[in-house]
């Protein structure tokens, strides 16, 4: 069993150098005074279960077996279900508890990041304190425990992007801010197993629900891109029209009648997000101009092995000097809406994370969940084009950090 003193060798799992480690154990010899580790919080008996469930290989899902499992969700398929979650579960947890309790730079140090830290540390208690799930009175007590482990976690972005902010401010005070390759690292596997995470608490939560027309669970079996990339066409250009008076038409080539089978609340996130990239770049260009600002063009694709979404629009491109900061998470071209000094707690935490430099990111991780990518291409001085590939096959498993 691993003891918490040798918890550093967990930070080989994303990739710490040891110059990388060399500049962590600086940065938390100066951050001693504020320092909190898990073993100052937390009995020994529960911290040493978390290292020791960190060492255990992550049991990684497919959208094609979720939708073959939840296709009939009668009891023995809820048990069976339940009984795979509460081994699973406490595994992804520790996991990320581990890596939350090492981050270079002193960022483990801070409030924010404790508080998310903690949070992982009491679903990860509730989980292994709960009794073997044998019939369905278990099944149906241990889902109503996992629907507040899913209400804990739902600030966790924001609060964490708090947290990042109030390091990169520190580093840019200090002149040292760099490009900070560990925690980018970090930050990618943190949040792609947040999505694995709650999407296996939130399909195990929903196949108790009152069955949605074409739905098994959180998964449409038929959900249209076409109509989904209107809803979030709507939404983005509701909030360019509050925050500009105006907003650009974007204009959507393809049919409502095309379906496969995806997470229509994945889709908009992603759809939204480009969409309203698009508007804000074209709105920027074309604010003092005599002018009409070009309509953003949304075409949809069906492939044999992909469904391709491409946002395209005329908001004067990238440098390609900076394509690459588009995927960091300490960089953004927006105003942030709160300051992060201002977000003491986790129930006040901003929940738009526009300003934070999370929007593209977070968007690759969702398509990439389920074996997709998301492709930036710009033209500096004339705009850009971004591609979402879906797997629409769902045979890709999880890529687990």
Request: proline share 7%.
């Amino acid at each position: 069993m691993m003891t918490p003193a040798a918890a550093p060798a967990i930070i080989s799992g994303f990739g710490l150098s040891v110059r990388g480690f060399a500049r962590a154990a600086a940065a938390a010899s100066r951050s001693a005074a504020v320092s909190v580790r898990l073993i100052d919080s937390f009995n020994k008996e529960l911290v040493d279960d978390i290292f020791a469930h960190a060492l255990k290989k992550q049991t990684g899902v497919s959208l094609k077996y979720m939708l073959d499992f939840g296709q009939n969700p009668i009891e023995r398929q809820m048990l069976l279900s339940a009984q795979f979650l509460h081994k699973e579960l406490p595994v992804r947890l520790a996991h990320r508890v581990a890596e939350l309790e090492n981050l270079p730079y002193g960022l483990s140090a801070k409030k924010p990041i404790l508080q998310v830290r903690d949070w992982y540390v009491e679903s990860f208690r509730d989980l292994r304190s709960f009794p073997p799930v044998r019939d369905i009175g278990d099944e149906l007590k241990f889902t109503e425990m996992l629907r507040h482990v899913y209400r804990r976690h739902a600030n966790a972005v924001p609060v964490m992007a708090k947290g990042v902010s109030e390091l990169r401010e520190e580093l840019r005070a200090r002149q040292q801010l760099t490009e900070l390759p560990e925690i980018h690292q970090f930050l990618d596997g943190f949040y792609l197993s947040r999505i694995g995470i709650r999407i296996l608490i939130g399909q195990h939560i929903a196949l108790h629900e009152p069955p949605k027309t074409n739905h098994i669970g959180l998964i449409s079996t038929q959900c249209s891109p076409v109509l989904v990339a209107q809803d979030a066409i709507n939404d983005a250009r509701s909030i360019c029209m509050r925050e500009y008076g105006d907003a650009p038409e974007v204009s959507v080539y393809g049919t409502p009648d095309f379906t496969f089978p995806y997470v229509p609340s994945h889709l908009h996130h992603m759809l939204f997000e480009l969409v309203k990239n698009s508007l804000r770049a074209v709105q920027d260009r074309f604010a003092d101009s005599d002018d009409p600002a070009p309509p953003i063009r949304l075409v949809v694709a069906e492939g044999g092995e992909d469904v391709t979404l491409k946002v395209s629009d005329e908001g004067g491109g990238i440098p390609r000097s900076g394509l690459a900061n588009i995927w960091t998470y300490l960089y953004s071209t927006a105003k942030s809406p709160v300051d992060p000094r201002s977000v003491d707690e986790a129930d006040s935490g901003p929940v738009v994370l526009a300003g934070y430099g999370y929007g593209l990111p977070i968007s690759r991780l969702y398509a990439r969940y389920f074996g997709g990518d998301l492709q930036i291409i710009s033209m500096e001085g004339y705009g850009t084009d971004a591609y979402l590939h879906l797997n629409r096959l769902g045979t890709s498993q999880e890529p687990l950090p």
